[in-house]
């Protein structure tokens, strides 16, 4: 089935803030975000937005992989924006993505530190941001994938959540069209004036806030939102912790389970 995605659009609405933006479409890749440091690594450090069909080794946080459904392009949406970039201090730019993808789709969706976007219990979307260096320059490559359509749990303890349970009519093409200028945008201010600013709007659609949690590193307790530069704030036994590594993730505990009497 061939998707008509909205790559005219997105260029004239992003192009003027992007200078040398482009947008290309790929059937099939291994993974977008792979693709862009490949390029960035050979000396490409134009702005551009890579959209796969479908991804062969998507990639998540912490080496995992990232399943795509095996319909091509029709059940999730992945792509990586890929631009220069120069913030003062990078802490709280992957939950600045994560506002941006939220504010742009759906009020239901919250933001589970530090990278994915959940539905009720369930993970929707995930957000994997890679840098690399480009002589003086920075290049970050922000890559998004979005499941559109249930699928399969794929050793996940429970199946992730869809976008069309509350956007019955979501596609891939609307659903990029969406999220496009708002990320730019929010990926521009971010490198302005860093994260702090939007520590209220992260608390607006905290997963995690005021439940208890447990983190990969050990720390368990109850989150407390986030500091001004993006860390995890955990209540424990032993006071507040924060929780800044990138390679730490962390789960809500699953209200104890209530039975009828
Ligand atoms: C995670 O949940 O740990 C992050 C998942 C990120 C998946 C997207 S899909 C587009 C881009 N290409 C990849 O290989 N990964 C990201």
Same mark, same amino acid.
């Given at each position: 089935?061939?998707?008509?995605?909205?790559?005219?659009?997105?260029?004239?609405?992003?192009?003027?803030?992007?200078? *040398?933006?482009?947008? @290309?479409?790929?059937?099939?890749?291994? $993974?977008? #975000?792979? @693709?862009?440091?490949?390029?960035?690594?050979?000396?490409?450090? @134009?702005?551009?937005?890579?959209?796969?069909?479908?991804?062969?080794?998507?990639? *998540?946080?912490?080496?995992?992989?990232?399943?795509?459904?095996?319909?091509?392009?029709?059940?999730?949406?992945?792509?990586?924006? !890929?631009?220069?970039?120069?913030?003062?201090?990078?802490?709280?730019?992957?939950? &600045?993505?994560?506002?941006?993808?939220?504010?742009?789709?759906?009020?239901?969706?919250?933001?589970?530190?530090?990278?994915?976007?959940?539905?009720?219990?369930?993970?929707?979307?995930?957000?994997?941001?890679?840098?690399?260096?480009?002589?003086?320059?920075?290049?970050?490559?922000?890559?998004? !994938?979005? #499941?559109?359509?249930?699928?399969?749990?794929?050793?996940?303890?429970?199946?992730?959540?869809?976008?069309?349970?509350?956007?019955?009519?979501?596609?891939?093409?609307?659903?990029? @069209?969406?999220?496009?200028?708002?990320?730019?945008?929010?990926?521009?201010?971010?490198?302005?004036?860093?994260? *702090?600013?939007?520590?209220?709007?992260?608390?607006?659609?905290?997963?995690?806030?005021?439940?208890?949690?447990?983190?990969?590193? *050990?720390?368990?307790?109850?989150?407390?939102?986030?500091?001004?530069?993006?860390?995890?704030?955990?209540?424990?036994?032993? !006071?507040?912790?924060?929780?800044? $590594?990138?390679?730490?993730?962390?789960?809500?505990?699953?209200?104890? &389970?209530?039975?009828?009497?």
């Amino acid at each position: 089935m061939t998707i008509r995605w909205p790559a005219e659009a997105i260029w004239e609405s992003v192009a003027p803030l992007l200078p *040398g933006f482009t947008v @290309e479409i790929l059937p099939e890749i291994d $993974s977008t #975000n792979t @693709e862009l440091m490949r390029r960035a690594r050979a000396g490409q450090p @134009e702005p551009i937005l890579l959209v796969a069909e479908r991804q062969t080794a998507g990639r *998540g946080r912490l080496g995992r992989d990232w399943h795509s459904d095996t319909d091509a392009g029709l059940g999730t949406l992945t792509f990586s924006l !890929g631009l220069p970039l120069q913030p003062a201090d990078w802490s709280g730019l992957s939950l &600045a993505v994560g506002l941006a993808v939220v504010h742009s789709l759906h009020p239901a969706l919250r933001l589970k530190w530090p990278n994915d976007v959940w539905l009720q219990d369930r993970k929707l979307a995930g957000i994997l941001i890679e840098t690399t260096s480009i002589g003086d320059l920075r290049y970050a490559v922000i890559g998004i !994938g979005i #499941n559109l359509l249930p699928r399969a749990a794929d050793g996940l303890r429970t199946p992730p959540a869809a976008l069309v349970e509350v956007l019955p009519g979501a596609d891939a093409p609307s659903t990029l @069209e969406a999220i496009m200028l708002p990320l730019v945008r929010a990926v521009q201010a971010f490198e302005q004036q860093g994260f *702090g600013d939007l520590r209220t709007a992260f608390h607006a659609r905290d997963l995690l806030y005021g439940r208890e949690v447990v983190c990969t590193d *050990g720390t368990t307790g109850t989150a407390r939102g986030v500091d001004a530069g993006g860390a995890l704030l955990v209540h424990t036994a032993g !006071g507040l912790e924060k929780i800044s $590594s990138a390679e730490v993730s962390v789960r809500p505990v699953p209200p104890a &389970a209530t039975t009828d009497t």
